[in-house]
């Protein structure tokens, strides 16, 4: 059984930076597409950032191009979030996401094709 666990959330003041990881336990590889997305207080969920298995594409949601920085590392079967220059509109609840054999970082970066969630990290950015 994989399982997602993310970690390095917190409560930080607007303009810090946080790194966010995400690793996969129950998995002795990673050739799977893999993703961010967060909830704020009385939202939907959103996509934040996606990730190709190789690396070599990503998708950003407008809000965060330029801040943050999704990356992985297969050996370890970890993905990260950089996150600097953070914003008050960047609190909420922090999903690692992880497709199938088949799902794209567009498919991911629309919420499709999503095999297994994270039970979420809080990152709370104070103004």
């Known amino acids: 059984q994989v399982q997602l666990v993310e970690s390095g959330g917190g409560l930080v003041q607007a303009g810090a930076s946080l790194r966010l990881s995400c690793a996969a336990s129950g998995r002795v590889y990673s050739m799977y597409t893999m993703g961010w997305f967060r909830q704020a207080p009385g939202k939907e969920r959103e996509a934040v950032a996606a990730i190709s298995w190789s690396g070599d594409s990503t998708y950003y949601v407008d809000s965060v191009k330029g801040r943050f920085t999704i990356s992985r590392d297969n050996a370890k079967i970890t993905v990260y979030l950089q996150m600097n220059s953070l914003k008050p509109e960047d609190t909420g609840v922090y999903y690692c996401?992880?497709?199938?054999?088949?799902?794209?970082?567009?498919?991911?970066?629309?919420?499709?094709?999503?095999?297994?969630w994270g039970k979420g990290t809080l990152v709370t950015v104070s103004s």
């Open positions: 996401a992880e497709g199938n054999r088949v799902t794209t970082h567009q498919d991911l970066a629309k919420g499709n094709g999503v095999n297994y």
